[in-house]
């Protein structure tokens, strides 16, 4: 599996943001999908994660309330909506794949794609 995020910028906080995640190569419904982010000096964090079917989704607590992860299988792509976004979540994200059940732990996570960056100014 192929993946690539996009949607990331440059924005000032309590700004919005979407980003979107396309994976190829297999039927991206077999996965577990979920995002991650790592800002300068620090490890890669867990953001969020959504099941196969889509009824099923976690989030960290810092952006829980504030971020949505969705996805469209008919589409073959994958959400992450950002709303009031602070300082704090300048990274670069991650989307990332896997099959079986849905984790938060970055090491079970199979595939991985670039990242985008996303800045958010005060």
């Known amino acids: 599996v192929q993946l690539q995020a996009s949607g990331g910028g440059l924005v000032q906080a309590g700004d919005s943001l979407r980003l979107s995640c396309a994976p190829s190569g297999r039927p991206f419904s077999a996965y577990v999908m979920g995002w991650f982010r790592q800002a300068p000096g620090k490890e890669r964090e867990f953001v969020a994660a959504?099941?196969?079917?889509?009824?099923?989704?976690g989030y960290s607590d810092s952006v829980k309330g504030r971020f949505t992860i969705s996805r469209d299988n008919a589409r073959d792509t994958m959400y992450l909506q950002m709303n009031g976004l602070k300082p704090d979540d300048t990274a670069v994200y991650y989307c990332?794949?896997?099959?079986?059940?849905?984790?938060?732990?970055?090491?079970?996570?199979?595939?991985w794609g670039l990242g985008t960056q996303v800045t958010v100014s005060s």
């Open positions: 990332a794949a896997k099959r079986g059940v849905m984790v938060d732990r970055k090491e079970r996570y199979e595939y």
């Open positions: 959504i099941n196969w079917s889509g009824d099923t989704t």
